[in-house]
T-cell receptor, first 111, second 115 residues
Framework: GESVGLHLPTLSVQEGDNSIINCAYS??????FIWYKQESGKGPQFIID?????DKRQGQRVTVLLNKTVKHLSLQIAATQPGDSAVYFC??????????FGTGTRLQVFP | IAGITQAPTSQILAAGRRMTLRCTQD?????MYWYRQDLGLGLRLIHY???????GKGEVPDGYSVSRANTDDFPLTLASAVPSQTSVYFC??????????????FGPGTRLTVL
């Protein structure tokens, strides 16, 4: 089965610093990965995705890195802002259309 | 465009009562999903529907049922609620229909407390 592990349950960063959130997955057949952001009291919101034929994808202030050899993803947030404070989930896809969510990493941004 | 709406926003329910959580999407997505999120945990898939008229079981389906009579609506029913079903419930949708790269869009959630 699929499982998702996160290296740090809580990450605290100072405003303006870069943040790196890591995620390990177990199913080598996963070929699509999504990062979601969930603010308190809200549903998960799509941040960025990456397909298995890529090892890096960049968005606005965010970069996702995929290492399929070691089954690891990371989400990098540049110049972290208070509005980035949330729980972040990586979600590998399995069985076509199904996503597996880990427990998430809480990002806290301090002024 | 509203995206996905869920109702009610929150509900307190006595154990043993029947409850239906409503979910409606206006994106004409084929696939829809129900998740529960417990404190300190990620989202777990309860049931899903790949297209109108079909449903399937997810990771934690026991005690829940769903129906998909049309594309837009995907209600989740608790036939006889138990305290362990206290959770936040999220509905989601995606284009589906064989698209292998499906971003799921989530509703705002329903906070359910079973006493």
């Amino acid at each position: 089965g699929e499982s998702v592990g996160l290296h740090l349950p809580t990450l605290s960063v100072q405003e303006g610093d870069n943040s790196i959130i890591n995620c390990a997955y177990s199913n080598s057949a996963s070929d699509y990965f999504i990062w979601y952001k969930q603010e308190s009291g809200k549903g998960p919101q799509f941040i960025i995705d990456i397909r298995s034929n890529m090892d890096k994808r960049q968005g606005q202030r965010v970069t996702v890195l995929l290492n399929k050899t070691v089954k690891h993803l990371s989400l990098q947030i540049a110049a972290t802002q208070p509005g980035d404070s949330a729980v972040y989930f990586c979600a590998p896809e399995w069985n076509t259309d199904k996503l597996i969510f880990g427990t998430g990493t809480r990002l806290q941004v301090f002024p | 465009i509203a995206g996905i709406t869920q109702a009610p926003t929150s509900q307190i329910l006595a154990a043993g009562r029947r409850m239906t959580l409503r979910c409606t999407q206006d994106m004409r997505h084929n696939a829809m999903y129900w998740y529960r999120q417990d404190l300190g945990l990620g989202l777990r898939l309860i049931h899903y529907s790949n297209t109108a008229g079909t449903t399937g079981k997810g990771e934690v389906p026991d005690g829940y049922s769903v129906s998909r009579a049309n594309t837009d609506d995907f209600p989740l029913t608790l036939a006889s609620a138990v305290p362990s079903q206290t959770s936040v419930y999220f509905c989601a949708s995606s284009e589906g229909a064989g698209n292998p790269y499906n971003e799921q869009f989530f509703g705002p959630g329903t906070r359910l407390t079973v006493l």
